[in-house]
């Protein structure tokens, strides 16, 4: 099987960076077309149409997180079946997670049909923009077994030895909805609701591109016939359920930062951080792109019960994340008002609040590739224990009691500290698990620090 020939017998190094630069591109798409989005709104429909847009964004990011909970936790355990040699129970995993992902994203439709409205209200609608903001969601999850679907498949895909299609198809998803913002909303003038038309066709035609695979003759991915089998969602649900975590503790961490922030300095706080969780959110997506790049080679080399070649998939990751977090930490010590002048032209006042606050901030970027690939690892090796515990210590647990204590005694600067202590905490639960979990991790992580088999 190509397959088996590829990822259990070829050259790491050459099949990591095979991997690596499609699915950098594939995670970068998404967050181009958030800022697109932002900013086309913002143009055609000022201050009302951002704060509508950004009322109606966690929708956005629950249909996300439930593609990726069942793409990335189907994903691994039919990338571990495959190396096992166990091709009936891979397929019936992959079925598994497409029926599911119809099952779900129908649920999210016939919420939204029913609904809408109180759902507006829940997530923050006022009576100025609530129109607008049922425009946007009500459009939105009438798409919503295409979106689950789409970010399903994706994952999908890409462990099927396919990560140049899977690129595609972000990229495809990503334009189009550039494109048909520009159509929607100024060509033919239908404001909100042309925006949401466009977002929700973009995973439309993504999916079409990345169904090019099921053409292949040589395809891994083959469905089943279907039966309930509660196990098998169970596993799915359990290996992508710190994915779902990680995606729906960004609205939290949002949300508690805007609060800490109101309260210590007022709105100004709030443009402020609104630039350095733009940067990091965009900086986030490149971390995970490393990761997502890890999952399909451990996985099914785990399967195979081939350790070295973890160990050596785990070594690159990690050293690639260590690295690229150095890098661009580097650059946003170096330049912080060019970063932040990207985002804004706004005066001194914000200025002197959003430049040390983002080389405070920034620090965390040190630590959280390594852990974000940490994350991925557990799940593609099956410890949805290891991975949850570290998504929620880094998303949600760290995050809030150091957000809680830190401004405290350090007023603003407590809250730029919140990040960096958050995943420096989480960099110490997640590395001695990895070293009881992954026999010689231990030794790579000397080798990285230059102290290991005779140093640097």
């Not at 958030?34 to 086309?40: P, S, Y």
């Not at 507006?120 to 129109?131: E, K, P, S, V, Y």
């Not at 195979?304 to 150095?326: D, F, H, K």
């Not at 593609?380 to 009691?401: D, F, K, N, T």
């Amino acid at each position: 099987m190509k397959q088996r020939i590829d990822l259990l017998e070829g050259d790491i190094f050459k099949l990591f960076w095979r991997y690596l630069v499609p699915t950098m591109a594939s995670t970068m798409s998404v967050s181009v077309f958030i800022l697109f989005d932002t900013l086309f709104i913002g143009r055609a429909l000022g201050n009302d149409g951002l704060a509508a847009l950004n009322i109606a964004l966690p929708i956005v990011n629950v249909l996300t997180a439930t593609g990726l909970l069942l793409g990335v936790g189907g994903a691994a355990a039919f990338s571990v079946c495959l190396g096992q040699g166990k091709h009936h129970e891979a397929r019936k995993l992959f079925t598994s997670s497409v029926v599911m992902a119809v099952i779900f994203g129908g649920c999210l439709t016939l919420i939204g049909a029913l609904s809408v409205q109180p759902l507006a209200r829940f997530l923050g609608a006022t009576d100025g923009n609530i129109q607008l903001v049922i425009d946007y969601v009500g459009t939105i999850l009438k798409a919503s077994v295409f979106f689950v679907l789409f970010n399903c498949l994706a994952v999908f895909v890409r462990n099927a030895n396919a990560p140049r299609l899977a690129m595609w198809g972000s990229i495809t998803a990503s334009l189009s909805n550039i494109v048909l913002d520009v159509v929607f909303i100024f060509g033919f003038g239908w404001g909100m609701k042309g925006a949401a038309i466009a977002t929700s066709l973009a995973p439309v035609l993504g999916l079409l591109v990345v169904s090019i695979y099921f053409l292949r003759e040589d395809r891994i991915l083959r469905l089943t016939r279907f039966s309930p089998e509660p196990a098998l969602a169970l596993r799915i649900i359990g290996n992508g359920g710190s994915s779902f975590v990680m995606d729906i503790s960004t609205g939290l961490v949002i949300f508690a930062f805007n609060i800490a922030l109101v309260e210590l300095v007022g709105s100004l706080g709030v443009s402020a951080y609104g630039i350095i969780t733009n940067v990091s959110l965009l900086i986030a997506v490149m971390f995970t792109g490393v990761a997502q790049t890890v999952q399909p080679l451990v996985s099914i080399n785990q399967g195979a019960g081939l350790t070295e070649r973890v160990q050596e998939v785990m070594q690159l990751g990690m050293s690639t994340a260590a690295a690229l977090g150095a890098i661009l930490y580097l650059g946003i010590a170096l330049f912080p008002e060019q970063v932040v002048f990207v985002f804004t032209k706004e005066g001194a006042a914000l200025l002197d609040l959003a430049v040390p606050g983002l080389r405070l901030y920034g620090l965390a970027f040190l630590f959280m590739g390594v852990n974000i690939v940490a994350t991925t690892y557990f799940q593609a090796v099956e410890q949805p224990l290891y991975s949850m515990i570290i998504s929620l210590s880094r998303g949600v647990v760290l995050i809030l009691v150091s957000l809680t204590v830190l401004p405290r005694f350090l007023h603003v600067k407590g809250v730029w500290f919140t990040a960096p202590l958050a995943e420096l905490g989480t960099l110490i639960i997640s590395l001695p698990l990895l070293m009881t979990t992954l026999p010689g991790m231990a030794s790579v992580f000397a080798r990285e620090r230059g102290i290991g088999d005779g140093g640097a």
